[in-house]
């Protein structure tokens, strides 16, 4: 499977590192272990998956919005979103100021933007459900310029906060996904089945926009740091042979060429 640095700093983990230098005291996760992480995969270094990182082009971004403690959170799956795919950027959000980078990438003439929210919450006219390349009819992107999904990267009623409250979010199209799969993740369960993790969420707008080997790496890749994750958690070693494993170390031999669009 080709492997992308771990070394390499992406954009949540420059997010969560200028997160900490801003707090005034460690964050400590909540019912999680207080002794050393491995930098670069965030879990116990005796369940480090750092060599297990896959890299794949994508013709599609990952804009993040993310709410406060989100980055430092372990748990936090946009890590895992910004590991896999290269065109990932991250964006603290605060109601009172905009990071003028943000604001950049929005105005960036190659992206199509658009935000991932349920469409019940949402002004009818706003609401596409499909994207580019889609199969569906509907959608009003610009079909020239690569999508652009920005995920808003919280709890439930945060990202709710987010999306009243950011007017720079306004002009652009919302995507409301429509998925049949109940949600897979396991590390923190929301009340509800249908409430996805922000990982999931975006293999589900990779798979709209025709990004399917991305969508299948992203989704394994979720499964075996899932699988990492609580094993440390109940203090068992990694099964390096388990089927989340096998699954991702075969999308990696099936990798297909790079995007020439890029």
Known sequence: MPLAEPSTPHAVSRLRADRLARSSKPFLARGGTRGERCPGCRLLPSHCMCALRPKVSTR?????????????KPSNTGWLIADV???TYAFGWARTQTDPALLALLADPQWQPCVVFPGEFV????VVHAVPGAEQPGAQLATAKRPLFILLDATWAEARKMFRKSPYLDPWPVLSLQPAQISRYQLR???RDDHF???EVAALCLELAGEVHAARTLDAYLDVYTHHYLRAKQQLPADRESAAHADLKALGSLAPSPVASL
């Open 85 to 87: 795919v290269a065109e």
């Open 197 to 199: 993790c922000t990982s």
């Open 123 to 126: 002004e009818p006219s706003r």
């Open 189 to 191: 369960r929301s009340r």
């Open 60 to 72: 599609a971004g990952i804009c993040l919005l993310m709410a406060d403690v989100e980055p430092l």
